[in-house]
């Protein structure tokens, strides 16, 4: 007998006597998914919004027990307030307690769930008859990225579809053919790695060039945002499942990347910070610069209670998982990474806010993107502020007491010489761009080289699976048949041996990678690129050296200590304790207009064979410093990155000895 029975005047079949919901595990499961739907289908005509009745039983009193729908009045009591008198379709059995029960285990054993690809498919044609992402969202209880991962996977060609239903693939292979974008290249890459029996994830995302990008610089869009980077010129096919994005132009990518932490150097300096910089411009330890703590946190709106709730729940995850012997689910670890970022960012925000404004002129902050985010390091003390002596309390107010005002100044440490790590990386670029100048010019060498690193794993400086800074990790570039191996093949037998040799030459120079790498760190850091370097005839990698070395970046991009040392190596110490005196633009000008004609390299460029001075003397009439330092000056600036407006000078961070 159909009837309507008030939302209030409905029991959950676990509430009866012994209990008529077969279901235990998972009973609130999904609630919320469920809600939304049922809330999408109300209308007119159905104020309730379920398609089908609850089957009850009378519990007496006007109650009724549901044996078959505890899920959907869950999912109604939490969209409807407490007490609704809304009216809810149901369907009567006059039945007892052990029936009740059984009709409750005949739906939840017999209820069968549609295949993924069924699913997936459902939500493509939603899709197709006009249904917007949002209101697919909106009505099944989805996330954004959930609908767009769902109607990627409906969208796969037939064929691929139908091997995952069949379980010739997984899912998790099915997920990386969606980075094809046609149906075409799909069906083609899995015909072609069904036949060697080779249909993998690792395969799949390799073909589709998704490895041609290292994966940090791929995280890059996540802070960047997709539609920043196609609206600033880029293409972009986005992994919905993981990191492995295809980009088109990673320096495009990095250069908003670097635009963006500037932005956010600018507003912390604005914010009253003495200083904000990123790390990449800053010597490699200065992620362990000493960090001033603050006393009292500042919080706003729920932020420590929500605080106290990620930790206790991370903590439960924790002993979970050391109670049992089974590895946590991937679900759950996607939840201790979230937890995890929102704490982190919690914690970042209050940190920022919680410094008193005169404690924070004195401390400055340094930016860097990681697993996706920018990060901000608060209260930094530069090595040189921190050693020195504290005449008060960082947290006194007011002027200084005889005490502090009878110290004693502390000497100034001697400035040392310093490199940062994007100019480091910069020299790294030259050095390999030279190498392989160089190493063209050595065809017996060339495929030594080229074989050697074949017969090493990972390469060792060497990516001879024609990715390394000469080849971009863009197959194609010898033949122009980077997805034709039958052409490929055909159009390379055809060349005599002595053009395959100088292709083969071509490719070994295009193989070295010699990023953030450089020839001063001794033969243990850094051996396979001393040992290909060493290898080289030293007239050539050194005539080649100087050709790609970047003076005028080099000058402009170190310190005063490190441009009057390559003064002193290169002119003598007479001309370097004369130029001491000079501000740090007039050195550099200097250095830049001198130094080079000598055959002076950087310690980071010096090979075996390095020729130049300290052993070579200075020839030639040498050029006036101020003549040249406004020029130069002004030019270095606009190479240099952008520091923030009405900025103060400050003296440079100690840097990592180039020595």
């Known amino acids: 007998m159909d009837i309507k029975v008030p939302l209030k005047m409905l029991k959950f079949g676990h509430e009866d006597g012994e209990g008529i919901n077969a279901r235990v595990a998972g009973r609130e499961d999904g609630i919320a998914a469920l809600?939304?739907?049922?809330?999408?289908?109300r209308s007119d005509d159905n104020p309730s919004g379920l398609i089908e009745n609850l089957i009850v039983k009378d519990a007496g009193e006007g109650f009724y027990s549901v044996a078959n729908g505890n899920r959907r009045l869950a999912a109604l009591r939490m969209i409807e307030a407490e007490g609704s008198e809304m009216p809810v379709p149901c369907t009567m059995h006059q039945v007892d307690e052990t029936k009740a029960f059984e009709y409750s285990l005949t739906t939840a054993i017999t209820a069968e769930q549609l295949h993924p690809v069924d699913q997936y498919e459902a939500f493509a044609r939603l899709e197709e008859h006009g249904k917007t992402q949002e209101e697919i969202a909106q009505q099944y209880g989805m996330a954004g990225k959930q609908v767009r991962q769902a109607l990627a996977l409906g969208r796969l060609s037939p064929r691929i579809r139908d091997a995952w239903r069949k379980g010739d693939i997984k899912a998790e292979v099915a997920q990386a053919f969606t980075l094809a974008l046609d149906h075409g290249t799909q069906d083609k890459l899995f015909a072609q790695l069904d036949k060697a029996?080779?249909?993998?994830?690792?395969?799949?995302?390799?073909?589709?060039g998704a490895y041609a990008t290292d994966e940090e610089i791929t995280q890059l869009l996540d802070v960047i945002g997709a539609e920043a980077y196609q609206s600033a010129g880029g293409i972009v096919t986005v992994d919905l499942f993981g990191k492995s994005h295809i980009i088109s132009d990673e320096a495009l990518l990095k250069h908003l990347a670097r635009q963006l932490l500037i932005s956010k150097c600018e507003e912390l300096t604005s914010a009253g910070w003495g200083w904000a910089?990123?790390?990449?411009?800053?010597?490699?330890?200065?992620?362990?610069?000493?960090?001033?703590?603050?006393?009292?946190?500042?919080?706003?709106g729920d932020e420590e209670q929500r605080l106290e709730q990620i930790r206790a729940r991370l903590t439960a995850i924790d002993e979970e998982d050391e109670a049992s012997d089974t590895i946590i689910s991937e679900e759950t670890e996607q939840e201790q990474d979230r937890l995890a970022s929102e704490a982190d960012t919690i914690d970042q925000a209050v940190k920022l806010r919680s410094y008193p404004d005169k404690k924070r002129k004195t401390l400055g902050c340094i930016v860097t993107i990681e697993d996706g985010r920018l990060i901000v390091l608060a209260g930094i003390k530069r090595p040189e502020e921190a050693r020195a002596p504290q005449s008060r309390n960082d947290d006194d107010i007011g002027p200084a007491g005889p005490a502090a005002t009878s110290a004693p100044a502390a000497k100034a440490a001697p400035e040392e010489p310093e490199i940062s790590n994007a100019l480091l990386h910069r020299l790294s670029v030259q050095l390999t761009q030279a190498a392989s100048t160089a190493l063209i010019q050595d065809t017996p060498l060339a495929l030594a080289v080229l074989l050697a690193g074949f017969d090493t794993y990972g390469g060792k400086g060497v990516k001879v699976s024609v990715s390394g800074l000469g080849m971009g990790g863009a197959p194609g570039k010898l033949f122009g048949q980077p997805d034709d191996l039958p052409r490929t093949l055909a159009l390379a037998s055809k060349l005599k041996p002595a053009e395959k040799l100088d292709l083969l030459v071509q490719v070994a120079a295009g193989a070295l990678d010699?990023?953030?790498?450089?020839?001063?760190?001794?033969?243990?850091?850094?051996d396979s690129i001393v040992s290909i370097c060493n290898a080289i005839e030293p007239k050539a990698l050194n005539a080649a050296l100087r050709g790609a070395f970047d003076a005028k970046d080099y000058f402009a991009g170190v310190n005063k200590a490190l441009c009057l040392k390559a003064i002193e190596e290169a002119l003598g110490p007479d001309l370097a304790r004369q130029q001491a005196k000079n501000p740090k633009a007039e050195i550099a000008a200097f250095a830049f207009e001198n130094v080079p004609t000598t055959g002076w390299l950087p310690l980071q460029l010096r090979a075996k064979g390095y020729d130049g001075p300290p052993v070579k003397k200075p020839a030639g009439k040498l050029a006036?410093?101020?003549a040249k330092a406004k020029k130069?000056?002004?030019?270095?600036?606009?190479?240099?990155?952008?520091?923030?407006?009405k900025k103060p000078a400050k003296k440079p961070a100690k840097k990592r000895k180039a020595a």
């Open 197 to 208: 029996h080779a249909v993998t994830v690792h395969n799949v995302k390799r073909e589709l």
């Open 632 to 645: 130069f000056a002004k030019a270095a600036a606009k190479s240099a990155p952008k520091k923030p407006a």
């Open 35 to 41: 809600a939304a739907n049922i809330f999408a289908n």
């Open 624 to 626: 006036a410093a101020p």
């Open 514 to 526: 010699f990023q953030n790498k450089s020839l001063d760190g001794g033969a243990d850091q850094h």
């Open 277 to 300: 910089e990123i790390l990449a411009d800053l010597p490699s330890g200065a992620r362990h610069w000493p960090i001033s703590e603050v006393k009292t946190k500042i919080f706003e």
